[in-house]
């Protein structure tokens, strides 16, 4: 790495570094600040609250990924043009293009830390839920008499859960459907075995009720039923809010309401939403360049004028293009990445703008 590009990460990871660790806790200040009493109110020790926002610092790094980048970005050319680096390095046969590649390619790797990023906060949104007395951790290892309510409509009836020895006794699903395409069904049996990572269930029956007049049962001495996947731990406690669950599971659970023929838009522009926001690391990079040159000769409270006007703009973005999403004006993907798309046209005409 040229002594150049060694100067402008370091500069750039010195600001970011800032950011992405300051405003996290300048968030959770101004939360507990507001909190305190309602949770002190409900008997919490300070520990658990201490405990809880400690949890509650990867969600607020994952929001502050590309607001650092940004301001990483503009600080470090307003910087650099201010000081007349810029104009030497230039003076001695180096772009402004290649003058800002290291915090290019620095932008891209955060989108993997983001996207890894994303798929830790769901654990430590259920982590701070239990801290606050919110969601219960459950330490049971049986359960009684209960119905769990799961993805797609189904609601388990089950009389028994024996989740170390992975059994349940007299078992009753049952599914609402919306026509003969999608029939409603009925499953029963005595009893069912979890083995190799899915449920066995055992001497039952099967129903079907394509109408309301009409009904098919078939008996049988073993069946998997590929959507009862939910292992006995999760039997043990409620269904995972949705900004408890990963990637993956979201996915799923998406899958499930659509097949039940709910509206699922919401949450498919939450799930695109998990990598157009890491996404946006590298892009406010390339916008952030261009916005430096124009902020270095003004003086930095300039450059952090702007630069907050900027986070406040890409935010209202990201809130209306999601609401536009949810309520159908757009397709999922589009309302998550529109944002991005925009800053990024906006900031490669800036580019394409800057003396090189």
Same mark, same amino acid.
């Given at each position: ?138 330490? +049971?290892? *049986? ?5 769990? &309510?799961? #993805? ?6 089950? !009389?028994? $859960? ?89 996915? +799923?659970? *998406? ?5 039940? &023929?709910? #509206? ?6 939450? !799930?695109? $939403? ?83």
């Amino acid at each position: 790495m040229r002594t150049l590009d060694r100067y402008v990460a370091g500069l750039y990871l010195k600001v970011w570094l800032i950011c992405v660790f300051g405003a996290p806790v300048l968030f959770i200040v101004i939360k507990l600040t507001d909190d305190l009493d309602k949770y002190l109110g409900r008997g919490l020790s300070v520990q658990q609250l201490l405990l809880a926002y400690l949890y509650d610092f990867p969600y607020q790094m994952a929001l502050s990924l590309p607001v650092a980048s940004l301001f990483g970005a503009v600080f470090t050319v307003a910087l650099m043009s201010r000081h007349f680096e810029i104009t030497a390095a230039k003076a001695s046969g180096v772009s402004f293009y290649r003058i800002i590649a290291p915090m290019v390619l620095l932008g891209g790797l955060l989108i993997i830390g983001g996207l890894g990023l994303g798929e830790l906060v769901p654990v430590t949104n259920r982590l701070r839920a239990e801290s606050l007395g919110e969601r219960v951790g459950s330490r +049971r290892s *049986i359960r009684t008499q209960f119905v769990y &309510g799961a #993805d797609g409509g189904r609601a388990y009836t089950i !009389r028994r $859960l024996a989740a170390v020895d992975g059994r349940v006794n007299d078992i009753l699903i049952d599914r609402e459907g919306t026509g003969p395409e999608y029939p409603t069904y009925r499953i029963y049996a005595p009893t069912a075995e979890w083995k190799d990572g899915r449920w066995l269930m055992l001497s039952g029956n099967l129903s079907y009720f394509p109408s309301e007049d009409r009904a098919v049962t078939f008996a049988f001495d073993t069946l998997l039923h590929n959507d009862f996947s939910e292992t006995p731990q999760d039997l043990l406690a409620e269904p995972t809010d949705p900004e408890e669950m990963d990637y993956r599971e979201l996915g +799923r659970f *998406i899958e499930s309401i659509e097949r039940s &023929g709910g #509206d699922a838009r919401k949450l498919e522009v939450e !799930r695109a $939403l998990r990598i157009a926001f890491p996404a946006a690391c590298l892009i406010v990079v390339l916008f952030g360049s261009a916005l430096g040159m124009t902020t270095g000769r003004r003086g930095p409270a300039m450059g952090v004028g702007i630069a907050l006007a900027t986070v406040l703009i890409y935010l209202l973005s990201v809130r209306i293009s999601q609401g536009m999403g949810a309520g159908g004006i757009l397709p999922a993907t589009l309302s998550a990445w529109l944002p991005n798309l925009l800053f990024l046209a906006v900031g490669l005409v800036l580019l394409a703008r800057t003396k090189t």
